[in-house]
């Protein structure tokens, strides 16, 4: 059985706190970083975008509607990653300043 005293056993969950931390922040800032400006995310809006032109062109109104639904749901994607990340870099920092509580507590 480990015997640990208070002391450690504070530090071991400060570093623990600390690791869940650099996690969360890293995985915060790779998906802001790579998944909202993704290049297939940009080529399946030029090529909606370049349906809706041509419905307009060839007074096709269904072709136009569901291009506009399409760039709509391609906005909402967006976003919704762009929370993600924003949420995860957030956690991140939370943990960082539960960590230092914990330290700080450490006599």
Sequence with gaps: MINLGVEQFLMLMA????????????????I???????????????Q???????????????LVGNASALLEALNQLVRTTSGVGVFLILV???????????VTMVP
Aim: charged share 10%.
């Design 32 to 46: 802001l970083t790579f998944r909202v400006g993704g290049k297939d995310i940009h080529t399946l809006a030029s």
């Design 15 to 30: 570093g623990s706190l600390l690791v869940l931390g650099v996690i969360s922040l890293a995985a915060g800032v790779l």
């Design 92 to 102: 991140g920092f939370m943990l960082f300043a539960s960590a230092y509580s914990l």
């Design 48 to 62: 909606t975008a370049r349906m809706a032109q041509k419905g307009l062109a060839d007074d096709i109104a269904g």
